[in-house]
């Protein structure tokens, strides 16, 4: 009998099984390169972009790596030739597999200028970053980045020039100073309060700020100019000023049941969630939404025109004085006393529905009801100097208008917490409120703020 000869290539599964197995086996190798081979460089994200730096400088630095995991990161400032290290940090591999290392690592960067030794001058960050990929011949992926810096610690020079020698608690007053070097801020610090400064017109580097006095200020204790450049570098001169004493005045507020079914259906928007009776409601409106009230007039007129628009003295509607600026009242239900507030401008009352002018030339910056000070005009009069007309029954002017000395504006009303017929007139600088008497007096003007200007 004759032996049969088979011919492998009648056996095709045999050569399926064999490709498939190279095939599965050439998948892997794939798979694995891509996975502990992967090309994704590490993320650098630094908050604050470094540029200008003064004495001392503060970053967040931000870094991730999405695939093999962050495996070394080290920051330094370089100088010509000096180099320093400022942070380094090696990440342990976490496992075998390909996401090996930590993802995502945040930290601070301290940048002393003195104790690294660096000089005003050009110099470079680099942030180098590297991951557990075995791409580059195991090395991994590599992230370096290089940020140019300027570091400038020199701040510019301030001096005094001359200023007001006595201020009263809600009173004004003003410093002339000189700035050499650039600043990108300048101003009067007093008592922890900034005023800005505003150039002195035809006068070189020579700048003015008004300066105002909250009514309940019992000492001058930090008072001085300062100047900030765009590295952060700040000045200061200081100077001395003294305080004048002032007499309080009181005052009481009686409130009664009509008076509260009058007024508080007007304020049902300031009162959702608020409970119990009228009396409660009123001592909210009272305290509460005054509050709200005179924080945002605040916020509106700390940020004045650098040029001024009013000139000469700030004009008094005719009427009868009312009430005065920092009057100290006692509010009385029945007799019994319920609250206490201090009223920061003055009420004039003429007749019914009287025209109120605006006291001085300047720019309409709010125009709308305000709270308990009911339909409000507050105008910018430029160099910090603000007026506010209150409790108007209509109002003719628009925000962004600009007004002339004695044009009309509006009309005396009885909206907000207004027990009858009236203006409230205040005058504030840089969102503080401060005496309007002064700013209605032409020699206190003359002598207090134009002869600086001049």
Same mark, same amino acid.
């Not at 999405?66 to 400032?77: I, P």
């Not at 027990?419 to 205040?426: A, R, V």
């Given at each position: 009998?004759?032996?049969?000869?088979?011919?492998?290539?009648?056996?095709?599964?045999?050569?399926?099984?064999?490709?498939?197995?190279?095939?599965?086996?050439?998948?892997?190798?794939?798979?694995?390169?891509?996975?502990?081979?992967?090309?994704?460089?590490?993320?650098?994200?630094?908050?604050?972009?470094?540029?200008?730096?003064?004495?001392?400088?503060?970053?967040?630095?931000?870094?991730?790596?999405?695939?093999?995991?962050?495996?070394?990161?080290?920051?330094?400032?370089?100088?010509?030739?000096?180099?320093?290290?400022?942070?380094?940090?090696?990440?342990?591999?976490?496992?075998?597999?390909?996401?090996?290392?930590?993802?995502?690592?945040?930290? *601070? =960067? @301290?940048?002393?200028?003195?104790?690294?030794? +660096? #000089? !005003?001058?050009?110099?470079?960050?680099?942030?180098?970053?590297?991951?557990?990929?075995?791409?580059?011949?195991?090395?991994?992926?590599?992230?370096?980045?290089?940020?140019?810096?300027?570091?400038?610690?020199?701040?510019?020079?301030?001096?005094?020039?001359?200023?007001?020698?006595?201020?009263?608690?809600?009173?004004?007053?003003?410093?002339?100073?000189?700035?050499?070097?650039?600043?990108?801020?300048?101003?009067?610090?007093?008592?922890?309060?900034?005023?800005?400064?505003?150039?002195?017109?035809?006068?070189?580097?020579?700048?003015?700020?008004?300066?105002?006095?909250?009514?309940?200020?019992?000492?001058?204790?930090?008072?001085?100019?300062?100047?900030?450049?765009?590295?952060? *570098? =700040? @000045?200061?001169?200081?100077?001395?000023?003294? +305080? #004048? !004493?002032?007499?309080?005045?009181?005052?009481?507020?009686?409130?009664?049941?009509?008076?509260?079914?009058?007024?508080?259906?007007?304020?049902?928007?300031?009162?959702?969630?608020?409970?119990?009776?009228?009396?409660?409601?009123?001592?909210?409106?009272?305290?509460?939404?005054?509050?709200?009230?005179?924080?945002?007039?605040?916020?509106?007129?700390?940020?004045?025109?650098?040029?001024?628009?009013?000139?000469?003295?700030?004009?008094?509607?005719?009427?009868?004085?009312?009430?005065?600026?920092?009057?100290?009242?006692?509010?009385?239900?029945?007799?019994?006393?319920?609250?206490?507030?201090?009223?920061?401008?003055?009420?004039?009352?003429?007749?019914?529905?009287?025209?109120?002018?605006?006291?001085?030339?300047?720019?309409?910056?709010?125009?709308?009801?305000?709270?308990?000070?009911?339909?409000?005009?507050?105008?910018?009069?430029?160099?910090?100097?603000?007026?506010?007309?209150?409790?108007?029954?209509?109002?003719?002017?628009?925000?962004?208008?600009?007004?002339?000395?004695?044009?009309?504006?509006?009309?005396?009303?009885?909206?907000?917490?207004?027990?009858?017929?009236?203006?409230?007139?205040?005058?504030?600088?840089?969102?503080?409120?401060?005496?309007?008497?002064?700013?209605?007096?032409?020699?206190?003007?003359?002598?207090?703020?134009?002869?600086?200007?001049?």
């Amino acid at each position: 009998m004759t032996k049969r000869r088979y011919n492998k290539k009648l056996l095709p599964g045999k050569n399926i099984i064999l490709a498939t197995i190279v095939f599965m086996v050439l998948i892997a190798v794939i798979v694995v390169f891509l996975f502990y081979f992967e090309r994704e460089k590490p993320e650098v994200v630094i908050k604050g972009e470094p540029g200008l730096v003064s004495l001392e400088q503060d970053y967040t630095l931000s870094l991730a790596d999405h695939k093999s995991g962050l495996r070394h990161a080290e920051v330094k400032v370089v100088q010509n030739d000096l180099e320093k290290l400022i942070k380094e940090k090696n990440f342990q591999r976490q496992s075998s597999l390909p996401s090996a290392g930590t993802e995502r690592w945040q930290t *601070n =960067i @301290s940048l002393d200028i003195e104790k690294l030794g +660096l #000089k !005003d001058g050009p110099a470079e960050l680099i942030i180098e970053v590297s991951d557990f990929s075995l791409w580059s011949f195991f090395r991994g992926n590599l992230t370096r980045k290089v940020y140019s810096l300027t570091v400038d610690t020199e701040p510019p020079k301030v001096s005094r020039l001359a200023s007001s020698r006595h201020m009263k608690p809600g009173g004004s007053g003003i410093a002339v100073y000189s700035v050499k070097g650039e600043s990108v801020s300048h101003g009067i610090r007093l008592n922890g309060y900034f005023h800005p400064g505003c150039p002195l017109p035809g006068k070189k580097k020579r700048y003015a700020a008004i300066v105002g006095l909250p009514f309940n200020t019992e000492k001058i204790q930090d008072l001085w100019i300062e100047a900030r450049d765009e590295a952060g *570098n =700040i @000045s200061k001169a200081r100077f001395g000023m003294s +305080l #004048k !004493d002032v007499v309080e005045r009181h005052d009481r507020i009686n409130i009664s049941d009509n008076f509260l079914d009058w007024k508080i259906p007007e304020f049902s928007s300031y009162l959702k969630g608020v409970s119990g009776d009228q009396l409660d409601k009123f001592l909210y409106i009272n305290d509460e939404v005054r509050d709200r009230n005179n924080s945002k007039i605040k916020h509106i007129c700390e940020d004045s025109a650098d040029e001024r628009y009013w000139e000469g003295r700030f004009l008094r509607m005719p009427g009868k004085k009312m009430s005065g600026y920092a009057d100290r009242r006692t509010y009385y239900y029945g007799d019994q006393e319920i609250d206490n507030q201090v009223h920061l401008g003055i009420d004039l009352a003429s007749y019914r529905h009287a025209d109120v002018d605006a006291a001085n030339n300047g720019k309409v910056i709010f125009s709308g009801y305000l709270g308990i000070y009911g339909n409000t005009v507050i105008v910018d009069h430029g160099l910090g100097v603000f007026s506010l007309y209150a409790h108007l029954s209509n109002i003719l002017v628009s925000r962004g208008d600009l007004v002339n000395k004695g044009e009309k504006i509006g009309i005396t009303g009885t909206t907000g917490m207004a027990g009858g017929d009236h203006l409230h007139f205040s005058m504030l600088v840089n969102g503080i409120f401060v005496d309007p008497v002064e700013w209605w007096d032409q020699h206190w003007i003359e002598v207090s703020i134009m002869d600086f200007l001049r």
